[in-house]
């Protein structure tokens, strides 16, 4: 089989960390273009890691190049448009969360790359992990009895610097924390239950940075059509002094968490320590969970594996990301059943 030909569109922290070098690693990609408007970081990235060709404007890009795939890697404003212009020329495209800054977007995505029958994946590095697979695999058989609550937040430590510009403009951002961070969190929860139904939803949106239009720390709840709850809780810049990180998940019969991963459950009229002994540090399950998710979209666009991370689901997650914003700007509850 020939390898599949892939250009990279953004060269920010996370790509020169966990994308570039997992793409340049593989023996079946072979990695023929970047883009970027930085042209000091461009060059200098071609180089470390000897990508043929290198643009400025994607267009340009599109034209010259014959490409398999694409992965969009830039501020979240671009994805739509990006992603757009890659699978109307037929172009398969992996592009990092969100999808689009809005469900509607989304859905115009979604509906290309079915009418042009190409892949579109979104990247979701935490459905990769292998905590999270042993769970969603644990929790499928019934091992917790009913869930009724999960919890889960990401609460990042206090810090002098403020979140760099883009992410805390919302023309380019789309939001705040809640796009940012809290849909990776939304994902994952939804993820590991098999995406249940839902009933309303609800956003506390909090700005303690006067300085940012958007909301800088949040807590969402949302409620299932069958009575389980849901919360997630964000900021970019809590007065704590670490990163506090969690997923909770609380069955009838049992309990589970990440990070680590720890699982009890009633047994016998005790409790009984159902944990994995061995398990990856975090960073091991960060660096695994980039490998395999790019070699994942491989495998999807060459018809060996079927899409993990679809845009279907990533629909499910921008009507919920739309409607709590909603709940926040009207201060109430959204039955988003009814949307």
């Known amino acids: ?26 023996d079946n990609v072979e990695l023929i273009a970047l883009c970027d408007v930085d042209k000091g970081k461009v060059g200098f990235l071609t180089d470390k890691f000897n990508i043929p060709h290198w643009y400025y404007v994607l267009d340009e890009m599109l034209k010259k190049e014959k490409l398999d795939a694409l992965h969009i890697c830039t501020p979240n404003l ?29 859905k115009t995505l979604d509906e290309i790359a079915t009418k042009n029958k190409l892949t579109l994946m979104v990247g979701m590095h935490n459905r990769f992990r292998d ?28 810090q002098k ?33 098999n995406f249940p139904q839902l009933k309303r939803v609800r956003l506390y949106d909090y700005h303690l940075n006067p300085e940012i239009n958007v909301e800088d720390a949040a807590l969402a709840v949302i409620e299932t059509a069958t009575g389980q709850t849901i919360t997630i809780e964000v900021s970019w810049k809590m007065h704590l002094e670490k ?26 009229a005790s409790l009984v320590n159902l944990s994995p002994l061995d ?30 991370s679809s845009a279907s689901d990533a629909l499910k997650v921008m009507k919920i990301i739309d409607a709590l914003y909603e709940s926040a700007s009207r201060g109430e509850e959204i039955d988003i059943s009814l949307l």
Request: glycine residues 8%; without cysteine.
């Open 78 to 106: 671009h994805h739509f448009p990006m992603a757009y212009l890659a699978l109307s020329k037929g172009v398969n495209v992996l592009v990092e969360k969100p999808i689009a800054l809005n469900y509607k977007d989304a």
């Open 131 to 158: 905590d999270v697979s042993m769970l969603r695999n644990f929790l499928a058989q019934d091992e917790l009895g009913d869930i009724f609550y999960i919890k889960t937040g990401w609460l990042q430590k206090w």
């Open 1 to 26: 089989m020939d390898k599949l030909k892939i250009a990279m569109v953004g060269g920010g922290r996370i790509a020169q960390i966990a994308h570039l070098p997992n793409w340049t690693a593989m």
């Open 279 to 308: 398990q990856h540090s975090p960073v091991d399950l960060f660096k695994k969970a980039y490998s395999k998710e790019l070699r994942h979209f491989v495998n999807v666009v060459n018809g060996q594996k079927e899409n993990r």
């Open 161 to 193: 610097q403020e979140t760099s510009s883009w992410h805390s403009e919302k023309k380019s951002s789309g939001g705040g924390v809640l796009i940012d961070i809290g849909i990776q969190l939304l994902d994952l929860a939804l993820y590991i239950v």
């Open 243 to 268: 990163d506090t990180v969690y997923t909770h998940i609380f069955g009838k019969r049992g309990a589970a968490k990440l990070n680590p991963l720890r699982i009890h459950r009633e047994m016998h």
